[in-house]
C-alpha cells in the first residue's frame, strides 16, 4: 500500500498568513494527488486535483504542487473560514486511494 | 444540483450488520463511481472502498474484505455499504462521494453529508 505522511499534523497561523502543508508518499505517485478540506461536524470538501488543479468555486488562494513523492499545499494569505483540517489523498492506485493524517490549521 | 442523499443514523451492536445508503441525484448515475470513506471519532479519513455505478466492479481496502460489500441501484441510483460482524471500532461516521475520471485524474469531488454508525452492547 502507498503510505502517505502530512507535515506538520498541526499548525497555528493568523489571518493573513501564508501556510504551506507538505504531504509525502511512500513511492512516486506523479501527479495523482488530490487535497481536501474538513470542518468540524461536515463532509470533506474537494480543494485540489491532479495535485496542482484547483476544484471549480475554490478561491484563488489555495493551491497545489508537487510530482512524484513530495506535495505541497499552500494558502496564499488565510482567511478566517480556512480554519479547519486538510489532507491529502493519492488516487495513483486506482480506486486503492490513501489519505494522510490530516493537519489542522488553527488560529494563532 | 448534484448531490448525494444519506441514510440516517444507525446503532448496532457488535457482531450485527449494518447498511447504509447514499443516493444521487442530478446526475447520470451510471457514469461516475461511488467512493466510501469513514472517519472514526477524532481521527482521520479512512477510504473503504469504491464501486463502478456503470457496471458493478468493486475494489475494498484490504483490511475490510470480507467484511464489507458495496451494491448499486440502478433503478434508484442509490448506492448501498453493508458491513458486516461489527466492532466497536466501526464505531465512526461513514461517508458516501462521488469518483469522478477527469483528463486521466480519479477524485472525489461531491460528498454526501454522512451516516453515523454507533457500535455498542
Known amino acids: 500500500d502507498i503510505q502517505m505522511t502530512q507535515s506538520p499534523s498541526s499548525l497555528s497561523a493568523s489571518v493573513g498568513d501564508r501556510v504551506t502543508i507538505t504531504c509525502r508518499a511512500s513511492?512516486?505517485?506523479?501527479?495523482?494527488l488530490n487535497w481536501y478540506q474538513q470542518k468540524p461536524g461536515k463532509a470533506p470538501k474537494l480543494l485540489i486535483y491532479?495535485?496542482?488543479s484547483l476544484q471549480s468555486g475554490v478561491p484563488s488562494r489555495f493551491s497545489g504542487s508537487g510530482s512524484g513523492t513530495d506535495f505541497t499545499l499552500t494558502i496564499s494569505s488565510l482567511q478566517p473560514e480556512d480554519f479547519a483540517t486538510y489532507y491529502c489523498q493519492q488516487s495513483y492506485s486506482t480506486h486503492m486511494y490513501t489519505f494522510g493524517q490530516g493537519t489542522k490549521l488553527e488560529i494563532k | 444540483q448534484v448531490q448525494l442523499v444519506q441514510s440516517g443514523a444507525e446503532v448496532k451492536k457488535p457482531g450485527a450488520s449494518v447498511k447504509v445508503s447514499c443516493k444521487a441525484s442530478g446526475y447520470t448515475f451510471t457514469s461516475y463511481g461511488i467512493s466510501w470513506v469513514r472517519q472514526a471519532p477524532g481521527q482521520g479519513l479512512e477510504w473503504m472502498g469504491w464501486i463502478s455505478a456503470y457496471n458493478g466492479n468493486t475494489n475494498y481496502a484490504q483490511k475490510l474484505q470480507g467484511r464489507v460489500t458495496m451494491t448499486t441501484d440502478t433503478s434508484t441510483s442509490t448506492a448501498y455499504m453493508e458491513l458486516r460482524s461489527l466492532r466497536s471500532d466501526d464505531t465512526a461516521v461513514y461517508y458516501c462521494?462521488?469518483?469522478?475520471?477527469?483528463?486521466?485524474?480519479?477524485?472525489?469531488?461531491?460528498w454526501g453529508k454522512g451516516t453515523t454508525v454507533t457500535v455498542s452492547s
Open positions: 513511492q512516486s505517485i506523479s501527479s495523482y
Open positions: 491532479a495535485a496542482s
Open positions: 462521494a462521488r469518483d469522478l475520471l477527469r483528463l486521466g485524474f480519479y477524485y472525489m469531488d461531491v
